[in-house]
């Protein structure tokens, strides 16, 4: 009786392993392969709701319509990011003082939306009552939302932070009007050096 168990328990164990086994060609694809996978798209937009301010230029914005052949400096931000509320503010002082335009293209993207709510980045970034108001557009994607490529018209595989690149907060990206990554930066804390280079970069 204990033999005829243990050959159904061997039969068993046999029949659950069999099908998961694989040969070396299956088990992953070569370096180039995987390289291919994981290629970015090289001119990206995204469409994604705003904080509905006049600011913000409706409740949705196209990026690379709303830019309109014209550069875009991207700033990526969470609401519980020191680094974030640091650049904010600097940028928005510089407006204040007439240093940078008002009609300067920067946009500041929600990079979590799977961590902090809608409502969150509206209170810290577009309210009144917030020292880290953004004067500018604020861009609040859905989670999961797809970047969209250029170079075919239709929606990524990825998600919107994925297609960018998986931009670390704070930092900049800086695209041309056809969506191309330009010039990419992580520097935490804010520095006028590194703003006074990227505005000549948007200027240029």
């Known amino acids: 009786m204990a033999t005829n168990l243990q050959a159904i328990s061997f039969v068993i164990i046999l029949l659950l392993i069999v099908p998961g086994c694989i040969n070396s060609q299956e088990m992953g694809a070569t370096g180039e392969e995987m390289e291919q996978e994981t290629e970015l798209p090289e001119k990206l ?50 407006m204040r003082e007439g240093n940078i335009s008002n009609d300067t ?12 709510s809608r409502e969150q980045v509206i209170d810290v970034y577009a309210s009144e009552n917030s020292s880290t108001q953004s004067l500018w557009p604020v861009l609040i ?22 297609a960018f690149d998986n931009p670390v907060t704070p930092s900049f990206t800086l695209i041309d009007g056809d969506g191309k990554t330009l010039w990419r930066s992580k520097v935490y804390w804010a520095n006028q050096t590194l703003l006074t280079e990227a505005m000549d970069l948007l200027d240029s």
């Open 45 to 94: 937009n995204l469409v994604a709701d705003t904080a509905g301010r006049d600011i913000d230029r409706g409740q949705q914005m196209d990026l690379l319509a709303d830019a309109n052949g014209e550069k875009t400096l991207i700033l990526w931000v969470a609401t519980g990011c020191s680094g974030c509320h640091d650049w904010t503010g600097m940028i928005a002082d510089s």
């Open 105 to 116: 293209r920067i946009i500041s993207i929600h990079r979590y939306p799977s961590f902090e």
């Open 141 to 162: 994607p859905d989670e999961g939302q797809s970047a969209i490529d250029m170079d075919t018209g239709q929606n990524t595989d990825y998600s919107y932070s994925t």
